[in-house]
């Protein structure tokens, strides 16, 4: 399997995850997956709650997700909305940076194409100690 071929499946398991958001307040289902370095593949979406601050984005659920599993480095990151052309947040990318440096970040367009662009790209000066 290709490249492409990998990352559109990886696409879909986004897109069956969302199925699962909780978002009674937003009505924005958005589901991701991860794959690891190893080729495992974790997901998760978006929960929200009252206390808006407290709301986990599905970005980072299924990067805590893979990391709780033992994942180590992440190679890529697909997220889905129905809606399309939705990239990542803020907190997101620098979470995505701190465990994938060079990661390919993959989401659907409005007219259901796929767009890849590299985490360095959508976050070029993230925050490291290093």
Do not use: H, W
Not at 4 to 12: A, H, V
Not at 69 to 90: L, T, W
Not at 91 to 119: G, L, M, P, S, W
């Amino acid at each position: 399997m290709n490249k492409k071929e990998i990352y559109k499946q990886l696409l879909e398991f986004a897109k069956e995850t969302a199925k699962n958001s909780y978002s009674p307040y937003s009505k924005f289902k958005v589901g991701a997956a991860v794959l690891c370095e190893d080729n495992k593949v974790f997901c998760g979406t978006n929960v929200e709650n009252a206390s808006y601050g407290l709301t986990m984005c599905a970005e980072r659920a299924a990067v805590f997700t893979a990391i709780s599993n033992g994942c180590k480095k992440i190679k890529a990151v697909a997220i889905y909305n129905k809606n399309g052309n939705f990239s990542p947040c803020g907190a997101c990318r620098q979470v995505i940076a701190e465990f994938a440096k060079d990661a390919d970040i993959i989401y659907n367009t409005k007219n259901n194409k796929i767009k890849i662009i590299k985490i360095t790209k959508l976050l070029p000066d993230a925050f490291n100690l290093d």
